[in-house]
């Protein structure tokens, strides 16, 4: 009994026309995957409470950038890492300038740019300096002194005025930093599951592209 065997068409064609979509299908699947991930963790962040602004620090890429490739590789990662790991974690953040940690009020406002107030920052916005007041039990306070309430929709506090100052008319003390010795945060992410599900599924992905590819 013999066999005889004929290849119809070009066969380097052939080959070449199937590497490319194997390049194709394991690029779109890194992208796919990377992707899904990126969405993952954001919709985790938002859903933990920490707002929208730090879930889109969650960015992905995929190399090579231009072209496909047997080797495509994804890359997600955070562009606030500091504070993702603190919330993946879970740690205690303790002052670095001193005892106490200052945490703004409402009252305390904005910083420069909207950045967060800190002590320092409020008195040399305001040029008017904050009161201590140590309180054994608790959290203890710094309190800007002579305030009075703005009325309108800006709302907020702002330095009484030389006639309200005699008078002492509607002037009050306002906490503007709460100051405690630390503050513990809980674990409220989890990044290396969500990572290692999107690993697990980059061979499916892959597949699924290379079939779509060879159905169109």
Do not use: H
């Not at 290849?7 to 992208?31: F, H």
């Not at 993946?88 to 670095?96: A, F, H, M, N, P």
């Not at 907020?156 to 306002?174: I, P, Q, T």
């Not at 061979?203 to 779509?212: Q, S």
């Amino acid at each position: 009994m013999g066999f005889t065997c004929r290849i119809d068409g070009d066969l380097r064609r052939i080959l070449a026309d199937e590497l490319t979509q194997a390049e194709t299908a394991v690029t779109d699947g890194m992208r796919d995957a990377s992707e899904g991930l990126k969405v993952e963790l954001r919709q985790q962040i938002v859903g933990a409470g920490l707002g929208p602004k730090l879930a889109n620090t969650w960015r992905s890429e995929v190399y090579p950038k231009n072209g496909t490739s047997l080797r495509a590789a994804g890359y997600v990662f955070s562009k606030a890492p500091d504070i993702v790991s603190a919330f993946e974690d879970g740690t205690v953040i303790r002052s670095q300038k001193g005892f106490w940690l200052a945490i703004p009020t409402p009252a305390a406002g904005k910083g420069v740019g909207g950045k967060r107030m800190d002590p320092g920052m409020w008195e040399r916005m305001r040029g008017q300096r904050l009161r201590f007041i140590y309180r054994s039990s608790g959290v203890s306070l710094l309190v800007a002194d002579n305030m009075r309430a703005r009325n309108g929709k800006r709302g907020g506090f702002a330095k009484g005025s030389d006639s309200a100052l005699r008078s002492g008319n509607g002037l009050a003390s306002v906490v503007m930093f709460i100051l405690v010795p630390q503050v513990s945060l809980r674990k409220r992410l989890d990044v290396a599951a969500a990572a290692q599900k999107w690993i697990d599924a980059v061979p499916d992905l892959v597949i699924r592209n290379w079939r779509d590819g060879g159905a169109s």
